[in-house]
């Protein structure tokens, strides 16, 4: 008798810590999932949505921040996900003319960031725009470079340059912008921008990326 009863106890030991070991397993399975579920942020995408006066860490879920989406040459959108737009981001940092353009929404708002790139006279230039799809005003613009000369060019990224292109809403017709030189303004020069001191064509190429810039996103602002 005393033999069967530790038998009996051996055995829900036994089937206890068996069970124990399952659950515990079950436990480890799903940590894992979520940790496989996580996508990091890149520093690139943390400085985009800083832009916009969106905070977060890389462990955010950045999805619920932002829709991506890209346009081609032929005004086509469709949405990809966030490595394939920070990719066509970093590609118009380069010379490389850029064949299709990031879109990045901004979830439960009007606003969205747009990128465009030209030439300045010391290599690539290329900007973030912050725009109101609906009034196509822009709400904040940044301005970088490869290789602007200090002093100089370079100032296309200081605030004196960067507030004239603030709040002016975009013709995606005409020129939205122009260079203010001692001339008369003619009716469609579009809003003037007075130049960086000493730095007339990157002043003209920051103005010239701007407009062209921006009418190349016309078939998604104006679908």
């Known amino acids: 008798m005393k033999t069967k009863i530790i038998f009996l106890l051996v055995g829900l030991l036994f089937w206890n810590c068996k069970q124990k070991s399952g659950t515990e397993k079950s436990k480890e399975v799903e940590i894992l999932k979520e940790q496989k579920a996580i996508v990091l942020v890149p520093p690139s995408m943390i400085e985009l949505c800083s832009f916009a006066d969106i905070s977060l860490s890389n462990k955010s879920d950045i999805n619920q921040y932002l829709d991506f989406k890209q346009i081609d040459a032929n005004q086509s959108v469709s949405a990809i996900d966030m490595n394939s737009a920070i990719a066509l981001y970093k590609k118009m940092m380069k010379r490389e003319k850029a064949t299709s353009l990031p879109i990045f929404e901004i979830k439960n708002t009007d606003n969205v960031i747009l990128l465009i790139q030209g030439v300045g006279f010391g290599g690539p230039i290329w900007a973030k725009v912050l725009v109101n799809r609906n009034s196509l ?73 701007v407009n062209e810039g921006l009418k190349k996103y016309k078939g998604y602002l104006r679908p």
């Open 137 to 209: 005003e822009i709400k904040n613009i940044a301005f970088e470079h490869f290789a602007e000369t200090d002093g100089y060019g370079a100032a296309m990224t200081q605030s004196p340059f960067v507030n004239e292109f603030i709040g002016t809403k975009i013709n995606l017709d005409k020129n939205t912008f122009a260079l203010q030189k001692n001339m008369e303004k003619r009716i469609d020069d579009g809003v003037m921008v007075d130049g960086i001191s000493g730095a007339t064509m990157t002043s003209e190429a920051a103005i010239e990326m």
